[in-house]
């Protein structure tokens, strides 16, 4: 069976985007397919969030590469009290940064952002914790100022530590820089620019530790987050995205990969038959997310277009977004088009003329703001717009030709109305918008059998929620 992608490709901050599928055999453009028609609005986007993406510097994020890089290794369980070498001077370094972000954003009292070091204990398993060790996360929490908004919660995440070869290898150089320096790099710049705003609902700046050794830091923290109760509406973890360049030649200079799953890992045999009966298999919260990654860097006209992958990673992988998958909350991975693995998981050396290891120069600062550029424009959008639309449903009660949908509205007080979303049941993206105001039940003249429909809710300044899919219902 041919692999297929979905590569959106950018052209202005005014026009849509073309949508290429990409097999295995070839490369080319679906007779001029825009994405999403009219999904993407056509004003132009909300100026404060432009703002934050003319904010990101390339020269600051390739500094904190290069910072991460010259701690030798951040291996989880290298050194923990050296203050130039191993993990603990890592973390300490980057909780400092997240500190000063905090002190100079101008934010005080109950809207300061608060930064904190999070350990997760481990006991040798036998694989690959050899000793007992504390996994410690890194977190930046910026509060959300709209008290029906805030405890929304949206993450944005990297992963800080490193390897060699040898996976439990703590005492060689792993400097670690695309894999995940540039996604902890990404996080902590997104930290400075966005601390700056403020936002409807709050977002968590984390970098983990603990992912090379099977994502501990993310899994722990997770569980921190059921145990509390914490509304979670999605993660965007940055995995190996600094280094555009191919290991075949040239570069992926303008594209992303991002991987959503399609039946979500958490679902059981029940709702899963309720996937079948809709063949919604493509319409899951977290390819839901994908596509809204996607609207809103074309919207924006980021340098940096998605790549949306229909899977949940790349093969014998993994990465911190799957214990969020494992626990019901919409997340995706970004990662590079095409990896290159002499500079991964390798110890720094020459070998016939080629160097291994993960080091700094392979990673690009202009790419990697531009990776930054579009998640904050995700972020930005998702944790200012309404609430996604809950009980959505196409009524199915008799037949009819035309399509009726219900949703109960969402709770914040700016919602100025809905819209709803239909594509062809072969299209990957959503390719239509109707605005219907500030209702909670439509009936459209379009038939409901030949088309998936969703509801999304926007507020007065633009903000469009994620969309939600309906379920088939008699009233």
Not at 371 to 399: G, K, Q
């Amino acid at each position: 069976m041919q692999e297929t992608m979905i590569m959106i490709r950018r052209h202005t901050w005014l026009t849509t985007a073309t949508i290429c599928v990409i097999t295995l055999s070839s490369v080319g453009c679906a007779a001029q397919h825009q994405f999403g028609g009219g999904a993407i609005p056509d004003e132009p986007p909300p100026y404060e969030v432009r703002q934050m993406l003319a904010d990101v510097s390339p020269q600051r994020v390739k500094g904190y590469v290069d910072t991460l890089a010259g701690f030798g290794t951040r291996h989880t369980l290298s050194d923990t009290t050296s203050n130039t070498r191993g993990i603990g001077a890592a973390r300490r370094w980057i909780k400092s940064e997240f500190e000063q972000f905090a002190n100079e954003s101008g934010r005080v009292g109950d809207e300061r952002m608060p930064t904190y070091l999070e350990p997760n204990h481990y006991e040798p398993d036998g694989r690959r914790v050899f000793k007992p060790v504390d996994v410690t996360n890194v977190i930046a929490v910026l509060p959300g100022s709209m008290p029906e908004a805030k405890d929304r919660y949206y993450y944005v995440l990297g992963h800080y530590d490193s390897r060699a070869s040898e996976a439990n290898d703590a005492e060689s150089d792993a400097p670690g820089a695309n894999d995940d320096g540039s996604g902890a790099a990404l996080v902590m710049e997104l930290a400075r620019v966005m601390s700056k705003h403020k936002f409807d609902s709050t977002i968590v700046f984390m970098t983990t530790a603990g992912e090379e050794q099977g994502l501990l830091g993310a899994k722990g923290h997770v569980k921190r987050a059921i145990e509390a109760g914490e509304d979670i509406r999605a993660a965007l973890s940055n995995d190996i995205v600094g280094d555009p360049r191919s290991p075949f030649g040239g570069e992926h200079e303008d594209q992303i990969r991002v991987f959503s799953e399609g039946l979500p890992i958490n679902f059981d045999e029940r709702r899963i038959r309720g996937i079948r009966a809709l063949s919604s298999e493509a319409d899951s919260p977290s390819r839901q997310l994908a596509r809204y990654i996607a609207e809103t860097a074309a919207w924006h006209g980021t340098e940096v277009a998605p790549m949306l992958v229909d899977r949940a990673d790349r093969f014998l992988r993994g990465g911190d977004h799957t214990p969020f998958n494992e626990a019901g909350y919409p997340a995706v991975r970004f990662t590079v088009v095409e990896e290159n693995y002499n500079r991964q998981h390798q110890n720094v050396r020459v070998e016939d003329g080629v160097q291994y290891g993960d080091l700094p120069e392979f990673v690009d600062g202009e790419y990697l703001a531009g990776v930054a550029r579009v998640n904050l424009a995700a972020l930005a959008h998702l944790a200012n717009a309404p609430s996604t639309p809950t009980n959505s449903r196409i009524i199915t009660a008799r037949l009819t030709p035309s399509t009726t949908l219900r949703w109960d509205r969402s709770p914040e007080p700016d919602v100025a109305g809905y819209e709803i979303l239909w594509r062809e049941t072969t299209s990957p993206v959503w390719q239509h918008a109707k605005d219907v105001g500030n209702v909670n039940e439509v009936t459209l003249d379009i038939s409901k059998d030949n088309n998936f429909f969703a509801v999304r809710a926007y507020d007065k300044d633009g903000f469009r929620s994620m969309a939600a899919f309906p379920r088939a219902a008699r009233e």
